[in-house]
């Protein structure tokens, strides 16, 4: 499984921005696909999650600013960020897993497969 985002910039406090990330290879062997970042200095942090249900979660900070969602037919998925505030910037990527209930999706160890990331950058 390959993935491969895109979409990082930057943007002001305030802005949007719309992350990709294609997926190739063996799409059948994951479940679930989610979203991390890793601001400089910290942990990587789960962002949000969506499996093959459209079952969703979101971390607590990003609730109700941010959607996830995927085109199955292009085997993409999508992270719509809204009203970016300065704790946003970071590295995103994008994870795929299996085998892990939904409560455990937002920790690094669900996932088996990771894209290299894109860089967010909000000003202000």
């Known amino acids: 499984v390959r993935l491969v985002e895109s979409g990082g910039g930057s943007v002001q406090t305030g802005g949007s921005l719309r992350l990709s990330c294609a997926a190739s290879g063996y799409t059948y062997s994951y479940y679930y696909m989610g979203w991390f970042r890793q601001a400089p200095g910290k942990e990587r942090e789960g962002v949000t999650t969506?499996?093959?249900?459209?079952?969703?979660s979101y971390a607590d900070s990003v609730k109700d600013r941010f959607t996830i969602s995927k085109d199955n037919a292009k085997n993409t998925l999508y992270l719509r960020m809204n009203s970016l505030n300065p704790d946003a910037p970071a590295m995103y990527s994008c994870a795929a897993g299996s085998g892990y209930a939904n409560w455990h999706r937002l920790h690094n160890y669900a996932y088996s497969y990771w894209g290299q990331g894109t860089l967010v950058t909000v000003s202000s």
């Open positions: 969506i499996d093959n249900d459209g079952i969703t």
